[in-house]
């Protein structure tokens, strides 16, 4: 329907224009997380509770993801504002997608092993064990 109202490509890069918009939300939460959570494993050292070696990987994981997605918005930005005017331009901006999306790929299998590690801490913090659900 809008397209038919305005021209594809005003469309289009709306469409680019709000992809980085969305990404600094994750950004800023996994940054903050990271730096907020980074002298927080320190306050594991529990003798009662038996800690691997990955729980002081958690902080590094939201920084990881933060950096990732800082990185996406960047590439995001750069993809909207870089216009094409010859094939080395439209060389440019096809690689910045193809980095766009490895660094989309990488943001999400960190968030995806930070999510396992933090349910893994939290079972075994709290002495559940899959098996009683």
């Not at 939300?25 to 800690?51: E, V």
């Not at 939201?62 to 094409?84: D, E, P, R």
Request: hydrophobic share 50%; glycine share 4%.
């Amino acid at each position: 329907m809008l397209r038919s109202i305005i021209s594809e490509p005003i469309v289009q890069r709306s469409k680019e224009s709000n992809i980085p918009l969305w990404l600094t939300l994750p950004a800023a939460g996994c940054l903050m997380l990271g730096f907020l959570t980074i002298d927080s494993t320190s306050l594991l050292n529990d003798d009662n509770l038996d800690q691997p070696i990955w729980i002081e990987a958690i902080p590094n994981l939201f920084i990881v993801a933060g950096v990732a997605f800082s990185m996406s918005v960047l590439l995001g930005w750069f993809n909207f504002m870089k216009g094409v005017f010859n094939t080395q331009d439209k060389m440019l901006k096809q690689i910045t997608v193809y980095l766009y999306i490895l660094v989309i790929i990488i943001a999400i299998v960190s968030v995806g092993k930070l999510l396992i590690q933090n349910d893994t801490f939290t079972f075994q913090i709290n002495k559940l064990h899959l098996r009683t659900f």
